[in-house]
């Protein structure tokens, strides 16, 4: 069976630079990183491989340059690592990003002869913060989801069921569906392992498949801008307000309280 780990490579920054007129990320100078929830999934995917003997695959959509992320997925010991690439794909919503993920999960597993166990993914980006690529995926291509998992219980492959743990607001959730399965994790899930030096070595070395829209043959009005029903009128980072610091902590801590509260009160922001 296949385990699929969807990674993204994202801005290594805060302020990230939006062009005024596409809406779209800028990118040039800008550091680059896998996405943190990505890691934790590719790990995931790893750890299945280990125990179950899975083929881990990393699977990731961007420009050229996003195949560095996919070569670290390489050097943590993924099997085979696909880059969806191609102009038309570019400044892609949550929605026409899934329609090329999910195609080119089906055209993993049609090359590879082999079926769909798990596809994981990151609970969100932390430049887009939607959380929508990984349920995107899963309605695509028709498999059950179980979002926001800190730990999977238990794997079955001959039933072809798994029982993982949700973690949710201020409880947890036991769910149990059957294969295949799209999964989001969360940080909890698992701590990324260290690349050793001769996966790191090999990495250099080893290729990765790039696929564009020629192999994938989607409609290319279903993909990038064209296939993005998401119109961003505009996008930009929020103005903090200037902190202040009120009274005396140290020598007068009651008097400093008493500030604070009266400040609390004044702005609404305390309830009495």
Request: overall charge neutral; aromatic content about 4%.
């Given at each position: ?5 969807c990674i993204k ?29 990505d ?17 881990a695959?990393?699977?990731?959509m ?5 195949e ?8 943590m ?19 026409s990003?899934?329609?090329v993920?999910a195609?080119?999960?089906k055209r ?22 939607t ?31 798994i ?44 290729a ?8 994938l043959?989607l ?5 990038g ?6 119109w ?14 009120i ?5 007068d ?7 604070l509260i009266?400040?609390?009160l004044?702005?609404?922001?305390l309830?009495?």
């Amino acid at each position: 069976m296949l385990a699929i780990s969807c990674i993204k490579q994202v801005p290594d920054t805060t302020q990230v630079q939006i062009d005024p007129v596409t809406n779209t990320l800028v990118r040039e100078g800008i550091p680059f990183i896998v996405n943190p929830y990505d890691t934790h999934a590719l790990e995931e995917g790893l750890r299945i491989k280990d125990r179950y003997g899975f083929r881990a695959v990393a699977l990731s959509m961007g420009p050229p340059n996003a195949e560095a992320a996919l070569k670290k997925a390489l050097a943590m010991g993924a099997d085979e690592a696909i880059l969806c690439s191609d102009r038309c794909f570019g400044g892609a919503d949550t929605l026409s990003t899934s329609n090329v993920l999910a195609a080119a999960i089906k055209r993993i597993a049609e090359e590879a002869g082999d079926e769909i166990g798990i596809v994981f993914c990151g609970k969100q980006t932390i430049d887009g913060d939607t959380a929508q690529v990984g349920p995107g995926i899963a309605v695509r291509l028709g498999f059950s989801q179980l979002t926001l998992v800190d730990r999977i219980e238990h794997l079955d492959a001959a039933a072809r069921t798994i029982r993982v743990r949700r973690k949710l607001e201020g409880r947890y959730e036991v769910v149990e569906a059957p294969l295949p399965v799209m999964i989001t994790v969360v940080r909890e899930l698992n701590r990324p392992r260290y690349p050793t030096v001769p996966l790191r070595l090999a990495s250099v070395d080893a290729a990765v498949k790039v696929w564009n829209n020629e192999v994938l043959r989607l409609d290319v009005n279903s993909v990038g801008l064209k296939g993005s029903p998401t119109w961003v009128s505009r996008i930009f980072s929020p103005e903090r307000a200037k902190g202040e610091i009120i009274g005396d902590g140290m020598g007068d801590p009651v008097g400093t309280a008493h500030l604070l509260i009266n400040q609390l009160l004044a702005k609404d922001l305390l309830a009495v």
